[in-house]
């Protein structure tokens, strides 16, 4: 007994320490864990602290990030971070006729519409839809791919119930098997008759078929009114900009909105414009000769010899920094207005804004609201650069461009979507004529300010009929402008446009 018993004793004494040892570990263990808890916490407060109080946050981020850079302005409140996600609509089924490959060319919102109309055609013919690649050697050189400046995953996703829409080819079409697609351009503002019996044939022989060029290639009018309606859909609803370019354009809106309403000014004066466009009034001589070498240096420009005043007087032409200055004192705008230049560098860099500057002291940009480091991964990126300069001017109290482009027209149909926000559209034939007869004496200040805005009486944006012109379509209204199929929602917008319009269905 007293052997069993000093037995157990030791086998008891040899267990007791490492007991001792694993009660002093476990609570090193706790005391660890809970000190990283407490801190995890602690992050996660100065987080939401910032979300919800950022200025009274931000000396303790500061401290904690050795840096304020992030926290100049207040950062964004995510709603679709607590909304449940958006449900997926139904999977359209269909047999594809084929896969259609595009290259879309030209900015940013050239590319955008050419996109919309792409995705109806690939609808229209029942075809699978490659993602579409972005142009990167136009005159921006801007690197970009799709993904970088739209929501891909929400592009695919939002129209599943009509196209199929696929980021790459299957092996079997790869170069490395020896594939080659045919190639081709489709005729610019082509009907629907046009892709039926021209187009659709060629995908029984070729499987895929690549479209290298995308501008302008489906009309403006005389399309069934669910291909209208698709290629607004497209446009007001599945593109969508990343949420990197959304968060840094809400914050911009969030800046300029935070000190009054404000006028986004889309100023067309750079470079490419005007070398393209031949526009050179107010241009010294060796300006309009470095304009001109420019145009001779792009092959596919096939203007050459422009003669600037001729295009200037035809309302063709970009306005001018000064003009610009002058218009909009005669809008009634003064030095109190804030002015939110919406464009790329100028020509002639700062000193061409120096009037425009003075006259408007509250005008920014871009670069004077935000710190160089939110900047930093858009820089060298023109179309990017220039997504936060739409979602801005879609935003504005006021839009006006000094030039109907691309941006403008696309900006003036968001706008027309939203509830038709105004946008002035400037008569720059007209005003052209004005401000000559007033810079050389003849026309008075007063009467000069009342013909501009005469000249401007339902030209701000308001519900009207598409101007059709048969057989013109590069003079007639561009439906991405005022795409009245897919904007009355109400009675009394269907009036407007329909019966009380026709005294404006043509806009000079």
Known sequence: MDARSEGVQL??????????????????????????????????????????????????????????????????????????????LPLRRYASNGFLKVTCNGGLNQMRAAICDMVTVARFLNL???????????????????????????????????????????????KSHGFQP?????????????????????????????????????????LPLDMQKLRCRVNFQALKFTP??????????????????????????EMDMLAFSGCTHGCTEEEAA?????????????????????????????????????????????????????????????????????AFPKMVKKEMLLDPYDLRN???????????????????????????GNMARLVEGHRRYLGFKRTILLNRKRLVELMDLHQNGTLAWDAFAIAVSEAHEGRTGQPIPRRVIPDKPKEEEYFYANPEECLCVNTKCYKELYFNNSSQSVVE
């Open 11 to 88: 086998r008891c004494d040899k267990i007791q320490v490492p007991v001792i040892q694993r009660t002093r570990l476990k609570g090193w263990f706790v005391w660890i864990c809970s000190g990283i808890l407490l801190w995890t916490c602690l992050v996660q407060l100065v987080a939401v602290g910032e979300i919800w109080h950022p200025h009274s946050a931000a000396g303790f981020s500061n401290k904690l990030s050795g840096t304020g850079k992030s926290l100049q302005f207040p950062p964004l409140r995510v709603k679709a971070a607590v909304l449940s996600p958006t449900p997926l």
């Open 182 to 222: 045919l190639v081709m351009q489709p005729v610019s503002w082509s009907s629907v008759n046009y892709y039926l019996q021209q187009v659709l044939p060629l995908f029984e022989k070729h499987e895929v078929i690549h479209f290298n060029k995308t501008d302008a290639r489906l009309a403006n009018n005389g």
């Open 244 to 269: 990197q370019i959304e968060a840094l354009g809400h914050r911009l809106i969030r800046i300029l909105q935070g000190r009054g309403p404000f006028v986004a000014l889309h100023l067309r004066y």
């Open 128 to 174: 699978t839809l490659l993602v579409p690649e972005l142009d990167k050697t136009s005159f921006w050189a801007d690197a970009s791919d799709f993904e970088d400046i739209f929501d891909v995953g929400h592009f695919i996703d939002s129209l599943q119930d009509e196209v199929r829409i696929i980021k790459r080819l299957p092996k079997r079409f790869n």
């Open 378 to 404: 858009f820089r060298n990126h023109s179309s990017q650069m220039a997504a936060l300069d739409f979602m801005v001017s879609v935003a504005s109290d006021m839009f006006i461009p000094t030039y109907d």
């Open 290 to 358: 470095e304009l001109k070498r420019m145009r001779y240096a792009y092959p596919w420009w096939r203007e050459k010899e422009i003669n600037s005043e001729e295009r200037r007087h035809l309302g063709l032409c970009p306005l001018t920094p000064e003009e610009t200055t002058l218009v909009l004192h005669a809008l009634g705008y003064d030095n109190k207005t804030q002015i939110y230049i919406a464009s790329g560098e100028i020509y002639g860099s700062g000193s061409r804004l120096a009037v425009l500057r003075a």
